[in-house]
Structures are given as structure tokens and as C-alpha cells.
């Protein structure tokens, strides 16, 4: 019994060690893959909320709600994006460096409109 309860221990402490290293595993692949989002962006002076998919209703919703200055915003990064495509010449490195893809500007509108689908969903039923 004394040496089932030692084993359980080290078994225990092994998973435990072998879950600091997973996690510290995935912290790294995930600043890896965040800097290779970043880097995309940049390229063709996107931010991450302008390439959220708009046919999602609560996205699309968002997007209406957003204030006109925001969504002019939006729109001329959006044609920005598709001219550097269509040329295949990212944005200079010097534009590049001043930019903040990461910056969230559409987050609280898309919560908002979750959770009134929710709500909704609750109240009256799915549609």
C-alpha cells in the first residue's frame, strides 16, 4: 500500500511537470504564431478586427454598429489592403513599424452582440 501511494505520488508530480512544459510548449508556438499574424498584417495594413468574417450575424452586426469615423477607418485599410495585394508590394517598413494590428476597436461591439443573440436565444428560442 505504502509503495501504491509513493508511485501515485511520482506519477502525480510527473504529470504535473510535464503540464508546466506543455504549457510552456504552447505559450511559445502562440507568440510565435501571434508574430506571424502580426507581420501579415502589417504587410498590408490590416488591423485583426478588419479580418473578423462579416458573415457572421454577430460580426455583422458589429460592423453596422460601429461609429461612421471607425468604419471609414475600416473601409479605406480594407481597399489599402486589396490595391497592396493586387500590386503584390507590402507597406514600406517605416509604415509598418508605427502600426498596431493587435489594437482591438470592434471587441466590445462583438460582445455586445453575442450577448444579445444569447439573450434572445433564451427568451424566444433559437430561430
Known amino acids: 500500500i505504502v509503495i501504491q501511494a509513493v508511485e501515485k505520488a511520482q506519477l502525480s508530480t510527473a504529470i504535473m511537470a510535464l503540464n508546466q512544459i506543455a504549457k510552456r510548449a504552447w505559450g511559445v508556438v502562440a507568440k510565435q504564431y501571434q508574430a506571424a499574424v502580426v507581420s501579415r498584417l502589417n504587410q498590408y ?6 479580418i473578423l468574417n ?8 458589429a460592423i453596422d454598429r460601429l461609429s ?3 468604419r471609414m477607418h475600416r473601409d479605406r485599410r480594407l481597399k489599402r489592403a486589396m490595391d497592396i495585394s ?3 508590394k ?3 517598413n517605416e509604415v509598418q513599424a508605427v ?3 493587435l489594437e482591438p476597436y470592434m471587441y ?4 455586445e452582440a453575442k450577448t444579445l443573440r444569447l439573450e434572445r436565444e433564451l427568451l424566444k428560442g433559437a430561430r
Request: no cysteine; glycine share 4%.
Open 45 to 50: 495594413g490590416l488591423k485583426y478586427d478588419d
Open 86 to 88: 493586387f500590386k503584390k
Open 54 to 61: 462579416e458573415a457572421e450575424p454577430d460580426i455583422k452586426l
Open 108 to 111: 466590445a461591439l462583438v460582445e
Open 99 to 101: 502600426l498596431t494590428p
Open 90 to 92: 507590402p507597406l514600406p
Open 68 to 70: 461612421t469615423e471607425a
